[in-house]
Nanobody
Framework: QVQLVESGGGLVQAGGSLRLSCAAS????????MGWFRQAPGKEREFVAS????????YSLGSAKGRFTISRDNAKNTVYLQMNRLKPEDTAVYYC???????????????WGQGTQVTVSS
């Protein structure tokens, strides 16, 4: 099993940056693909980015592409999401998740953190 705890969320002005962290415990972190998802009020959970178990492949979709960067440090059992040029529409609860692949679908992930709130003011 993998236990996940996100941190780093907060309130930021549009155009600013935040770095989210997700600390993992459990034996299988280094063999798990990791993903970041987000969910805004009244909307479905949305894939943001994923990284392979070894960290050699990263994938992002949509508006996150080119602004957000996912990375991981297996020595620290931590995955990161660097978010730049934030927009008000990035406001959401951000979740990290662990799975066997880095697929862009929430159903492909087995373990989830509790989420961290990101609010971007205009």
């Amino acid at each position: 099993q993998v236990q996940l705890v996100e941190s780093g969320g907060g309130l930021v002005q549009a155009g600013g940056s935040l770095r989210l962290s997700c600390a993992a415990s459990g034996r299988t972190f280094s063999s798990s693909a990791m993903g970041w998802f987000r969910q805004a009020p009244g909307k479905e959970r949305e894939f943001v980015a994923s990284v392979s178990a070894r960290g050699d492949r990263a994938y992002s979709l949509g508006s996150a592409k080119g602004r957000f960067t996912i990375s991981r440090d297996n020595a620290k059992n931590t995955v990161y999401l660097q978010m730049n040029r934030l927009k008000p529409e990035d406001t959401a609860v951000y979740y990290c998740a662990a799975g066997s692949t880095g697929a862009p679908s929430w159903s492909r992930y087995d373990y989830w953190g509790q989420g961290t709130q990101v609010t971007v003011s205009s």
